[in-house]
Each structure stands twice: as structure tokens, then as C-alpha cells.
């Protein structure tokens, strides 16, 4: 049977400024066969996507094929021009981005933008189009199909959208679809729904789809064959199964273990680089200031939230026609000393809300939140700000691109009168930077010097600096590359340790969940529907909810489990 | 859809009673009228009685109430200069600036939106280097210059066209109109080149730099995914996400042309509401001034008004809720 894609010792280059060059793909062979889905996998930068990007033509413009061959169904890829005579992108090769929410036009119907491509490529009219869109939203399961026809992409969840997405991939009957990153922008339980309908798509039309992700559960769930990837370079390939149970390379071993299970709670994660002399000698001198005392755990609770309530909604000038969105509704929980509390849940069910209500960004309609006795209401007491750090999802957007890092982390220092001086700030704020595992001479450096995990990283090194009583970290890995989030998962539980700290751990990552916190809520709609001990709430979930949330997450450990029961 | 529009015309309705009560205060405070209008040596008895006929004896409010249901029945006051309702005059100028706001702002649509496109597209082209240096001295150079210029050349030395003046016109019923003529359509040119060569400048960097963005965004990105032809994606997909914020400024310059295109007629001695104005500052004629004040106001009120409502007719997002 013909290969629907094949790379033959492929590399892509991009020239740099200074006249060398970055070679951003080295040597990659794949072969790809009708109904199956072949996954790509790697962290960010190991040239996965640029893979399909090469075989769309969708290069950047200094990027160019300079060696090797890919092939679409038998039919050569003209390396120069990137493009294959008798092949069309959107024709032959369907894509399906990352994100349905920035990947269909905003001012286009769904008909517009599905028919779009049918015209372009096929030689049909506009009704006929419009009868195999129509086919199209059925045969991808969105309800009403004749209503969305006429819909617009805002009109639509983000499931919903993806599932339309993946239509406009279907519209010309491609043999080939490069999936990038389909589901990462999705919640558990439509992630479940996309990859199936991936699953059965392959099977039933034989198209054959290249995935490139860098989760491994939607591997383990899905993926037929893979190939692991790093700095553009394969390090394994082979079935799904085979490699994720016994990889051989040992970067593909790491890269694996690295992968927070869900079925079983570990100490720490397995990372690659452990502690300096310097970073524990820094972490000495953070314990030795902290204001709790690590010894002093006891039950009495940190943060009390009682009956929180929060409306978002639009005043009228009319009493009584207020429409009003209750984003939290009487939520009450405890956070105690030295205690890591989850709080888990879909997007929109309200667990951002509630930690920027306890931040006080937020002012709550109703309930009350008390801190360490006192009742926090929309104006505070410094000590009490002080004592409440936060760190932000994005590490990307929470740093100020125009300040030195150790002037973002002397800030707060200096604010609240922590250091006798400028200078002595800054060397606080160096000890920190080695405290969270960077040099203390990174400091003079600006935000964008850093990756993703570094500037997360000093974004926990600016919490700590106010010398906090408890951190809320909200979803603080969810932008992070896997072995990134293992180190820093391992870094919070150090810090916990280490100062007596008290967290607010907000996660839509149930096995994120597992590995971190001691007592964990589950939220949904604005409620807490279950609220347990992590080992109970994981090992006997009472609420359905729970239930369902727990067997959708794509899990390595289940293809490890079916093939014990099979064995 | 109705809420917002409802919501933008209770808003306007504000505006217009500050604007309103701005035009009153001018008359209560730059002069005294009565002090204008009375024979020399008036006894008091006499300026008391004039007071009270027009009124001005009244309290404050009163007079700010009755001044304002006067403006909403079209009456607003004589000319000083022209001795002559300031409605009349008014409307006897409009259409001149009208027609040259309406030509001026075509002509920079027309050319702003297609070269702010192809500047878009091959933004380091020798093509788009030209068009935006050229462009860059359209903006630089004061109107006065530019419309002196033109006529150096057009009407002086080649003698082609009119320096001055709207040509001969046609009367549609009140509206007199040089669209009918040749000699108006060519009195037309140089001034509304003249007014329209800043607005192209404006537009044309507009669109470049909102094409630029919108070029990178991801749905871009899908679309050339699909293969779909370069001429759809960007005449079509692209264009179409670009021209929200056009239609904003488009919108504001109208206005922008329409009450400050003094310099223009100035210079072609165009016999617009420009000029009246600059006639009026000079003279003083309080009751013109705080008649073009309203108008002006009213003007940019329904503009804002008309954008609004053109975005939810281009973004669909903005028509739900």
C-alpha cells in the first residue's frame, strides 16, 4: 500500500543574521500509511511543528528545505519551492491548528469558510458545496447542522469550533491531515470527544494524520506510531505502545517518566538536574528569614473562605433587570498551615475566580474570606498583602518586559520596607533567583532572556520575596513543556517544605492535582461538588463528576494498565 | 442590537445638551446683547423693556430651556453681519462643503485602501518604499502649501484648471450642486486633491500596519493552510478584518473635513461653511459661531453614531448580547 506521507532525510534551515545557520529539523525519516495516526512529539523547540509545516509549504520565509525528500501520496515535494506539483494544500493535505478559537475567521459563517476551500479546490457549485458542508458538520457531530451553517465561529464553544475546524480539514477529502496540537486548547472532557472523533475519522475515511503534540496522554490514547523529537532531531520511533511503555533513548526515557501519573502519587518527580551546593545554601538562608516556622504545623486553618459568592454582570439603569453571571456560587473551604490545597476543575467553572477574589483583583458579592483571623475585605492591611503572594499562569505576560529581574524582584522587597536598602534588596533578590534554581547573576538580565520555565521560575522567586505566608499559584505549569513542569511541580513542594508555606494550587490537570496537593476541590459551574483528602477523592471519587473528569483524562498509565490485563 | 442603539442615542442626547448649553453660555457672556441691539443713549426704562421682550429678565434656566426648544425648532438666531436667519446661511453653504468632503474622501478611500494593501503585502518592495515616502511628504506638508502648490501649477502655469470658486452650478431643488457642470466638476479637482491627500496618507498606513497584523494572525494562517488562492485571502479575509478600525477614522475625518476644512477653501477661496466661520471669528458674529458650534457637535455625534452602527454590520460579534 502507497504511503500517504513520506520523509525521506529531511532538514530545514533557517539562516540567521549573523550568516550561520539554525537548523531547526536534522535528518528526519517518517512514514505515514492510510488510517493511521502517526504522533510527533517533543517540548517546545524540537521542531515538531515545523515538520508539518514543511510538508503543508507553510515554511516562514527564511526557512527552506535543504535536504532530503517528503512525499504526499506517491508524489514528490519540489524542496526548493516547498511545493509539489499534483499536490494542493487544503486539497490533499487537510491542516487542523492548535487553537479553534484564533483559527476561523471571526467575521465569516461557518458555511463561508467551509465551502471556501470545496470551491477553491473542487470544480463545484456553491449549492453543492453547501450540501457537502452540510454532510460535513454531521459526519463531525455538531447538533443542529442546517442552524450552524449560518452560525458564527463566536456563536460556538471551543469544542464545537475545533469539531468545524476539523470539517473545513475533511471538505476536499484529503488522504493526509497534519494535526497541530489539536486538543492542548481544550478541556478534558472535549478533548475526549476531538480525539475520538480523530480516531474514527482515520479508521473510517483511511486518512491518515500526523500529529504532532507534546502530550503524551493524547498519545497514549490515540496515536498508532510515534516519534519522539528533541532539538530537531528523531531520538526514537516506534508503535505508541512500545515506545511509551519501554523507551530505549534515554531522552525519550526522561522524557516520559517526567510525565506526572495519575494513578499513583510519587515523592518527587523524576528530573534530570537535581540541586547545586549554591541553590540549597540560598534555600537555607530563605528558611532562615521565613516568618513560619516550618515546625509550627498544626490544623488550625490559614484561609477561611465561607459562602463566597461572585457575580459578573451588566447594570441597568432599570431596578431589578440586572442580569447578573454568577461565576462562584457559596463556595467554603479551609486552607490550613503548611497545606497544599487544589482546586480543580473545567475552564469556566470559577476556580480562577476564586483565587482572584482571595487576592482581592476581584470583589466578591457575597461571603467572606478571612486570612490568618482576619476578615479581607476590598481594602487591606500591608502585612496582610504581604502575606499573600501570587503567581500567574502565564509566565510569558507576568514579567515587565522593560525591567531588569532583580529590579522586578527587589520591588516588592523594597515596597514593604523587607531591606534596608537598594542594595541589600538586590542581594536578596539574587539569593532567591539561586533559591528557585538560577544564577544569582541572572538577575541583571531582562525577561526575554529566559525560557518559559526560567521566567515562571522568577516569577515564584518575585512571590517569595514579600516572605508570604501562602502562595495561590493558578495553573502556574500549564503553559510549560512536561519536564519543565517537573522540575517546578518538585521546586513548590521544596518551597512548601522549606518555609512552612501554605498554597493555593489551581490546576485543570488532575494528575498536576495528584502529585501536588492534600486536599483537593473539585468545581464545576461555580460550585464545589467534591471536596476530599487527594488519595481519597482519586482512589474513591463519590461524585459523578469526579467520576467522569477521572476517566476522560488521557492517561499514560491506562494503555500501560490494558496491556497488564491483556498480558 | 436595538439596546446598543438605544444606548448610543441616549449618549448622543447627553452630548448634544452640553453641546447646547456651551452655544447658550457663549451668547450670555461674550457681550451683552441687549447692548448691541439698542439705539445709542437708551434710557434704562427702555433696556429694561428690551430685556424683557427677549426674555433675558428671566431666570437662567428658563432662558436655557426656552434657547434650547428654539435650536430643535431650526431657529438659530439672525446673523449679526448678514442680518439674515444663521439656518439659512448655513444651509446655503453645506452643500458646497459637503460635495467637496464627499469627493475628497472617496478619492482617499479609493487609492488609501489599495495601496495600504499592497504596502501590506511586500512590505520591503521598492514599490512600498516609494508609495510610503511619497506619502510621508503628503503629510508633512501644511494643506496651505500643498493647495498653493497645485495651483501654481494646475491653474497658473498650465492653465488646465480653476484656481478659485465652484463654477457654474445647478439648482436641484435648494442644493446647489456642482456635480452637473463641467466647469464645477473641474473647479472640484484641486481642492478636493488638496483635502484629500492627507486623509490617503492616514488611511494607507492604517490599513498597512492593521493588514500586517492581521497577516500573521492564525486564521490567516489556516486559510493558507487550505490552499485557498492568495487573491481571496487577502482581498477577501483579510481585507474584511482590516477595515474596522478604517471605518472608525474614516468616520472621524468626515467629520474632521466637514467643520475644519477652513485652510482648503481658504486658499480656494471655496464658498463653504469654512469660510463662513473664518468670516465669523474675524467679525464677531456670536449667533453664526455658536450655530456652527451646534452644528459641528451634532455632526460628530451622528458620525459616532453611524460607525457604531456600521461595526455591528461588519463584526458579527458585536451584533448578539
Same mark, same amino acid.
Given at each position: 500500500?502507497?504511503?500517504?506521507?513520506?520523509?525521506?532525510?529531511?532538514?530545514?534551515?533557517? %539562516?540567521?543574521?549573523?550568516?550561520?545557520?539554525?537548523?531547526?529539523?536534522?535528518?528526519?525519516?517518517?512514514?505515514?500509511?492510510?488510517?493511521?495516526?502517526?504522533?510527533?512529539?517533543?517540548?517546545?523547540?524540537?521542531?515538531?511543528?515545523?515538520?508539518?509545516?514543511?510538508?503543508?509549504?507553510?515554511?516562514?520565509?527564511?526557512?527552506?528545505?535543504?535536504?532530503?525528500?517528503?512525499?504526499?501520496?506517491?508524489?514528490?515535494?519540489?524542496?526548493? @519551492?516547498?511545493?509539489?506539483?499534483?499536490?494542493?494544500?487544503?486539497?490533499?493535505?487537510?491542516?487542523?491548528?492548535?487553537?479553534?478559537?484564533?483559527?476561523?475567521?471571526?467575521?465569516?459563517?461557518?458555511?463561508?469558510?467551509?465551502?471556501?476551500?470545496?470551491?477553491?479546490?473542487?470544480?463545484?457549485?456553491?449549492?453543492?458545496?453547501?450540501?457537502?458542508?452540510?454532510?460535513?458538520?454531521?459526519?463531525?457531530?455538531?447538533?443542529?447542522?442546517?442552524?450552524?451553517?449560518?452560525?458564527?465561529?463566536?456563536?460556538?464553544?471551543?469544542?464545537?469550533?475545533?469539531?468545524?475546524?476539523?470539517?473545513?480539514?475533511?471538505?476536499?477529502?484529503?488522504?493526509?491531515?497534519?494535526?497541530?496540537?489539536?486538543?492542548?486548547?481544550?478541556?478534558?472532557?472535549?478533548?475526549?470527544?476531538?480525539?475520538?472523533?480523530?480516531?474514527?475519522?482515520?479508521?473510517?475515511?483511511?486518512?491518515?494524520?500526523?500529529?504532532?503534540?507534546?502530550?503524551?496522554?493524547?498519545?497514549?490514547?490515540?496515536?498508532?506510531?510515534?516519534?519522539?523529537?528533541?532539538?530537531?532531531?528523531?531520538?526514537?520511533?516506534?508503535?505508541?505502545?512500545?515506545?511509551?511503555?519501554?523507551?530505549?533513548?534515554?531522552?525519550?526515557?526522561?522524557?516520559?517518566?517526567?510525565?506526572?501519573?495519575?494513578?499513583?502519587?510519587?515523592?518527587?518527580?523524576?528530573?534530570?538536574?537535581?540541586?547545586?551546593?549554591?541553590?540549597?545554601?540560598?534555600?537555607?538562608?530563605?528558611?532562615?528569614?521565613?516568618?513560619?516556622?516550618?515546625?509550627?504545623?498544626?490544623?488550625?486553618?490559614?484561609? @477561611?473562605?465561607?459562602?463566597?459568592?461572585?457575580?459578573?454582570?451588566?447594570?441597568?439603569?432599570?431596578?431589578?433587570?440586572?442580569?447578573?453571571?454568577?461565576?462562584?456560587?457559596?463556595?467554603?473551604?479551609?486552607?490550613?498551615?503548611?497545606?497544599?490545597?487544589?482546586?480543580?476543575?473545567?475552564?469556566?467553572?470559577?476556580?480562577?475566580?476564586?483565587?482572584?477574589?482571595?487576592?482581592?483583583?476581584?470583589?466578591?458579592?457575597?461571603?467572606?474570606?478571612?486570612?490568618?483571623?482576619?476578615?479581607?475585605?476590598?481594602?487591606?492591611?500591608?502585612?496582610?498583602?504581604?502575606?499573600?503572594?501570587?503567581?500567574?499562569?502565564? %509566565?510569558?505576560?507576568?514579567?515587565?518586559?522593560?525591567?531588569?529581574?532583580?529590579?522586578?524582584?527587589?520591588?516588592?522587597?523594597?515596597?514593604?520596607?523587607?531591606?534596608?536598602?537598594?542594595?541589600?534588596?538586590?542581594?536578596?533578590?539574587?539569593?532567591?533567583?539561586?533559591?528557585?534554581?538560577?544564577?544569582?547573576?541572572?538577575?541583571?538580565?531582562?525577561?526575554?532572556?529566559?525560557?518559559?520555565?526560567?521566567?515562571?521560575?522568577?516569577?515564584?522567586?518575585?512571590?517569595?520575596?514579600?516572605?508570604?505566608?501562602?502562595?495561590?499559584?493558578?495553573?502556574?505549569?500549564?503553559?510549560?513543556?512536561?519536564?519543565?513542569?517537573?522540575?517546578?511541580?518538585?521546586?513548590?513542594?521544596?518551597?512548601?517544605?522549606?518555609?512552612?508555606?501554605?498554597?493555593?494550587?489551581?490546576?485543570?490537570?488532575?494528575?498536576?492535582?495528584?502529585?501536588?496537593?492534600?486536599?483537593?476541590?473539585?468545581?464545576?459551574?461555580?460550585?464545589?461538588?467534591?471536596?476530599?483528602?487527594?488519595?481519597?477523592?482519586?482512589?474513591?471519587?463519590?461524585?459523578?463528576? @469526579?467520576?467522569?473528569?477521572?476517566?476522560?483524562?488521557?492517561?499514560?498509565?491506562?494503555?500501560?494498565?490494558?496491556?497488564?490485563?491483556?498480558? | 442590537?436595538?439596546?446598543?442603539?438605544?444606548?448610543?442615542?441616549?449618549?448622543?442626547?447627553?452630548?448634544?445638551?452640553?453641546?447646547?448649553?456651551?452655544?447658550?453660555?457663549?451668547?450670555?457672556?461674550? *457681550?451683552?446683547?441687549?447692548?448691541?441691539?439698542?439705539?445709542?443713549?437708551?434710557?434704562?426704562?427702555?433696556?429694561?423693556?428690551?430685556?424683557?421682550?427677549?426674555?433675558?429678565?428671566?431666570?437662567?434656566?428658563?432662558?436655557?430651556?426656552?434657547?434650547?426648544?428654539?435650536?430643535?425648532?431650526?431657529?438659530?438666531?439672525?446673523?449679526?453681519?448678514?442680518?439674515?436667519?444663521?439656518?439659512?446661511?448655513?444651509?446655503?453653504?453645506?452643500?458646497?462643503?459637503?460635495?467637496?468632503?464627499?469627493?475628497?474622501?472617496?478619492?482617499?478611500?479609493?487609492?488609501?485602501?489599495?495601496?495600504?494593501?499592497?504596502?501590506?503585502?511586500?512590505?520591503?518592495?521598492?514599490?512600498?518604499?516609494?508609495?510610503?515616502?511619497?506619502?510621508?511628504?503628503?503629510?508633512?506638508?501644511?494643506?496651505?502649501?500643498?493647495?498653493?502648490?497645485?495651483?501654481?501649477?494646475?491653474?497658473? !502655469?498650465?492653465?488646465?484648471?480653476?484656481?478659485?470658486?465652484?463654477?457654474?452650478?445647478?439648482?436641484?431643488? *435648494?442644493?446647489?450642486?456642482?456635480?452637473?457642470?463641467?466647469?464645477?466638476?473641474?473647479?472640484?479637482?484641486?481642492?478636493?486633491?488638496?483635502?484629500?491627500?492627507?486623509?490617503?496618507?492616514?488611511?494607507?498606513?492604517?490599513?498597512?500596519?492593521?493588514?500586517?497584523?492581521?497577516?500573521?494572525?492564525?486564521?490567516?494562517?489556516?486559510?493558507?493552510?487550505?490552499?485557498?488562492?492568495?487573491?481571496?485571502?487577502?482581498?477577501?479575509?483579510?481585507?474584511?478584518?482590516?477595515?474596522?478600525?478604517?471605518?472608525?477614522?474614516?468616520?472621524?475625518?468626515?467629520?474632521?473635513?466637514?467643520?475644519?476644512?477652513?485652510?482648503?477653501?481658504?486658499?480656494?477661496?471655496?464658498?463653504?461653511?469654512?469660510?463662513?466661520?473664518?468670516?465669523?471669528?474675524?467679525?464677531?458674529?456670536?449667533?453664526?459661531?455658536?450655530?456652527?458650534?451646534?452644528?459641528?457637535?451634532?455632526?460628530?455625534?451622528?458620525? !459616532?453614531?453611524?460607525?457604531?452602527?456600521?461595526?455591528?454590520?461588519?463584526?458579527?460579534?458585536?451584533?448578539?448580547?
Amino acid at each position: 500500500m502507497l504511503p500517504v506521507l513520506d520523509i525521506k532525510n529531511l532538514r530545514v534551515e533557517y %539562516p540567521l543574521a549573523n550568516g550561520g545557520t539554525l537548523v531547526a529539523v536534522n535528518d528526519i525519516d517518517l512514514t505515514l500509511r492510510p488510517g493511521e495516526i502517526h504522533a510527533l512529539v517533543g517540548e517546545s523547540g524540537a521542531g515538531k511543528t515545523t515538520v508539518g509545516n514543511a510538508l503543508m509549504g507553510l515554511l516562514q520565509a527564511p526557512g527552506r528545505i535543504a535536504a532530503g525528500s517528503i512525499s504526499i501520496a506517491g508524489k514528490q515535494i519540489n524542496t526548493r @519551492t516547498g511545493r509539489t506539483e499534483g499536490i494542493v494544500p487544503g486539497r490533499d493535505v487537510g491542516a487542523i491548528f492548535q487553537d479553534p478559537m484564533t483559527s476561523l475567521n471571526p467575521l465569516f459563517t461557518v458555511e463561508s469558510q467551509l465551502c471556501e476551500g470545496m470551491l477553491a479546490h473542487l470544480k463545484i457549485g456553491r449549492r453543492e458545496a453547501r450540501a457537502r458542508a452540510l454532510d460535513l458538520l454531521k459526519a463531525v457531530g455538531i447538533p443542529e447542522p442546517e442552524r450552524r451553517l449560518g452560525s458564527y465561529p463566536h456563536q460556538l464553544s471551543g469544542g464545537q469550533r475545533q469539531r468545524v475546524v476539523i470539517a473545513t480539514a475533511l471538505a476536499c477529502d484529503p488522504k493526509l491531515i497534519v494535526a497541530d496540537e489539536p486538543t492542548t486548547a481544550l478541556d478534558v472532557s472535549v478533548q475526549a470527544q476531538i480525539l475520538k472523533l480523530i480516531r474514527d475519522l482515520a479508521d473510517e475515511r483511511r486518512v491518515g494524520v500526523l500529529l504532532v503534540t507534546h502530550n503524551m496522554g493524547v498519545v497514549a490514547e490515540i496515536a498508532d506510531r510515534v516519534t519522539i523529537m528533541q532539538n530537531g532531531c528523531v531520538v526514537e520511533s516506534g508503535s505508541a505502545r512500545g515506545v511509551l511503555t519501554g523507551p530505549k533513548a534515554p531522552y525519550a526515557r526522561t522524557l516520559i517518566a517526567a510525565v506526572p501519573p495519575i494513578e499513583i502519587r510519587l515523592e518527587r518527580l523524576p528530573v534530570p538536574s537535581e540541586e547545586t551546593p549554591a541553590t540549597l545554601k540560598a534555600r537555607e538562608s530563605v528558611r532562615s528569614k521565613s516568618r513560619v516556622s516550618a515546625e509550627s504545623k498544626d490544623d488550625e486553618p490559614v484561609l @477561611t473562605v465561607r459562602d463566597l459568592c461572585v457575580e459578573y454582570g451588566q447594570r441597568s439603569f432599570l431596578p431589578g433587570r440586572a442580569s447578573a453571571f454568577k461565576a462562584v456560587k457559596s463556595v467554603s473551604f479551609d486552607v490550613k498551615r503548611g497545606e497544599i490545597f487544589g482546586l480543580v476543575g473545567e475552564s469556566g467553572c470559577g476556580k480562577t475566580t476564586v483565587a482572584n477574589t482571595i487576592a482581592g483583583l476581584v470583589t466578591p458579592s457575597s461571603g467572606s474570606v478571612h486570612f490568618q483571623g482576619v476578615a479581607l475585605g476590598a481594602r487591606r492591611k500591608k502585612s496582610l498583602r504581604q502575606s499573600l503572594q501570587m503567581v500567574f499562569q502565564d %509566565p510569558y505576560s507576568a514579567l515587565n518586559p522593560r525591567m531588569r529581574i532583580n529590579a522586578a524582584i527587589a520591588e516588592p522587597i523594597l515596597f514593604y520596607r523587607l531591606a534596608a536598602n537598594a542594595a541589600q534588596a538586590r542581594e536578596d533578590a539574587a539569593t532567591l533567583l539561586e533559591a528557585v534554581g538560577l544564577s544569582g547573576q541572572a538577575g541583571e538580565r531582562f525577561a526575554h532572556a529566559f525560557s518559559g520555565g526560567q521566567r515562571q521560575r522568577i516569577a515564584i522567586a518575585r512571590a517569595l520575596g514579600p516572605q508570604p505566608s501562602m502562595l495561590i499559584c493558578d495553573e502556574p505549569t500549564s503553559a510549560l513543556d512536561v519536564s519543565v513542569q517537573a522540575q517546578l511541580l518538585n521546586l513548590l513542594k521544596d518551597l512548601r517544605d522549606l518555609a512552612g508555606l501554605s498554597m493555593l494550587f489551581i490546576s485543570h490537570d488532575l494528575a498536576v492535582i495528584r502529585q501536588m496537593c492534600d486536599r483537593v476541590a473539585v468545581m464545576k459551574g461555580g460550585e464545589i461538588v467534591e471536596l476530599a483528602e487527594t488519595e481519597t477523592l482519586f482512589s474513591a471519587p463519590q461524585h459523578d463528576y @469526579t467520576r467522569e473528569l477521572l476517566r476522560l483524562a488521557p492517561s499514560l498509565d491506562r494503555i500501560l494498565k490494558t496491556e497488564n490485563t491483556a498480558a | 442590537m436595538i439596546r446598543i442603539i438605544s444606548m448610543r442615542l441616549f449618549q448622543a442626547i447627553l452630548v448634544m445638551i452640553a453641546v447646547t448649553a456651551v452655544a447658550f453660555i457663549m451668547f450670555r457672556f461674550v *457681550g451683552d446683547p441687549v447692548a448691541t441691539m439698542v439705539r445709542e443713549g437708551a434710557s434704562q426704562a427702555e433696556k429694561d423693556a428690551l430685556r424683557a421682550t427677549l426674555g433675558l429678565d428671566k431666570p437662567i434656566l428658563m432662558q436655557f430651556v426656552e434657547f434650547a426648544g428654539r435650536v430643535l425648532g431650526g431657529d438659530l438666531g439672525t446673523s449679526f453681519r448678514y442680518q439674515q436667519p444663521v439656518a439659512e446661511l448655513l444651509m446655503s453653504r453645506l452643500p458646497a462643503t459637503l460635495e467637496l468632503v464627499l469627493v475628497a474622501t472617496v478619492m482617499s478611500l479609493a487609492l488609501g485602501i489599495p495601496l495600504g494593501v499592497l504596502c501590506a503585502l511586500k512590505p520591503t518592495g521598492i514599490m512600498s518604499r516609494i508609495i510610503q515616502s511619497a506619502t510621508l511628504v503628503g503629510i508633512s506638508m501644511p494643506t496651505f502649501v500643498t493647495g498653493l502648490l497645485l495651483i501654481l501649477i494646475f491653474a497658473v !502655469n498650465l492653465r488646465w484648471l480653476p484656481s478659485s470658486g465652484r463654477g457654474e452650478l445647478v439648482n436641484l431643488g *435648494g442644493w446647489q450642486t456642482g456635480f452637473l457642470t463641467i466647469s464645477g466638476l473641474k473647479a472640484m479637482i484641486l481642492p478636493s486633491v488638496t483635502l484629500a491627500l492627507f486623509q490617503l496618507t492616514l488611511i494607507m498606513r492604517l490599513v498597512r500596519s492593521e493588514m500586517i497584523d492581521v497577516l500573521s494572525s492564525d486564521y490567516i494562517r489556516f486559510a493558507f493552510a487550505r490552499g485557498l488562492p492568495r487573491s481571496y485571502i487577502y482581498g477577501r479575509l483579510a481585507l474584511r478584518n482590516t477595515l474596522m478600525p478604517v471605518v472608525t477614522v474614516t468616520g472621524l475625518q468626515i467629520g474632521q473635513l466637514i467643520a475644519f476644512a477652513i485652510v482648503t477653501e481658504t486658499v480656494f477661496q471655496w464658498p463653504g461653511m469654512g469660510l463662513l466661520f473664518t468670516n465669523a471669528v474675524g467679525y464677531p458674529d456670536i449667533p453664526v459661531l455658536a450655530a456652527y458650534l451646534l452644528f459641528v457637535g451634532f455632526l460628530f455625534v451622528m458620525i !459616532n453614531m453611524v460607525v457604531d452602527i456600521l461595526y455591528t454590520f461588519i463584526d458579527p460579534r458585536l451584533r448578539t448580547k
